[in-house]
């Protein structure tokens, strides 16, 4: 249903930084949405937005590609993950604005009103406001790591591994 981005992250971008846990109520209730809210997700939509969160371990809704965002918070959500090391073969991108069905529903399915929305082994861990706090704090790292989604180092030649 929903066209899938498979990309690289710019390898060149490789610093030790760290992750921050879930804030999935950090929003106002007022802003939540309902449970009739809820059920406007068609069945169709909610199910191709499952097939692609499970797609792979880290999984991107983003407007644009990774190799061309189309705005300034997707752009530093692409940086980050690249910051982090994460692994291209580990990750791939989805296009909201390639799918009008897409880009309201995710928003619905995660209860989260803006993109780009991050998702790691199927859970949900937020926004570009959340992907940077825990980028400066040190907790997106260490999730990363614990998720076990970076490139692994290589041993260099000469060295044993």
Not at 42 to 63: C, E, G, N, Q, Y
Not at 86 to 104: C, G, Y
Not at 108 to 137: A, R
Request: proline share 7%.
């Amino acid at each position: 249903m929903f066209s899938r981005t498979a990309t690289t992250l710019p390898t060149a971008f490789r610093n030790h930084i760290r992750p921050l846990p879930t804030l999935r109520n950090a929003l106002p209730r007022s802003t939540r949405l309902t449970p009739l809210q809820q059920r406007l997700l068609s069945t169709d939509t909610r199910a191709a937005i499952d097939k692609a969160v499970h797609s792979a371990p880290v999984v991107l809704f983003m407007k644009g590609t990774p190799e061309t965002p189309q705005c300034g918070f997707s752009r530093a959500s692409i940086q980050i993950l690249g910051l982090q090391g994460v692994d291209p073969s580990k990750f791939t991108a989805f296009n909201v604005l390639e799918d009008e069905d897409l880009r309201q529903g995710i928003k619905e399915y995660s209860e989260w009103p803006t993109i780009p929305q991050l998702y790691v082994n199927k859970n949900f861990v937020g926004g570009c406001d959340i992907l940077m706090s825990m980028h400066q704090n040190g907790e997106l790292a260490k999730m990363l790591e614990d998720e076990n989604v970076l490139i692994e180092d290589q041993p260099k030649e000469g060295q044993a591994g």
